[in-house]
């Protein structure tokens, strides 16, 4: 996916938009766990996800809380298709 595509989608999300094109909302709770070089289980600030039918691109973006000496970052994903439960 294009930077931005995923960038409209992401803006999408801060917008406002309906609930099957932009959208798909916040999750209440939200873990991301990294492993490799730096291991830890963080919690999310922030976890929104968005669609666009119109070209069929979803994005998910996440907002991690600084936890010991992991500082707090946003990553954001984007995929083909809506954004599952399982994404």
């Known amino acids: ?21 932009g959208p798909i909302g916040p999750s209440a709770s939200c873990t991301i766990t990294l492993s490799g ?7 999310c600030a922030a976890a929104d996800a968005a669609y666009s039918s119109a070209n069929n691109q979803g994005g998910v973006s996440l907002t991690a809380v600084p936890s010991g000496t992991v500082q707090s970052f946003t990553m954001a994903l984007g995929t083909t298709g809506q954004p599952q439960a399982t994404t």
């Open 37 to 43: 070089a730096v291991s830890a289980t963080l919690k």
């Open 1 to 21: 996916m294009k930077v931005s595509t995923l960038a409209a989608i992401l803006a999408v999300v801060a917008c406002g938009g309906s609930a099957a094109d």
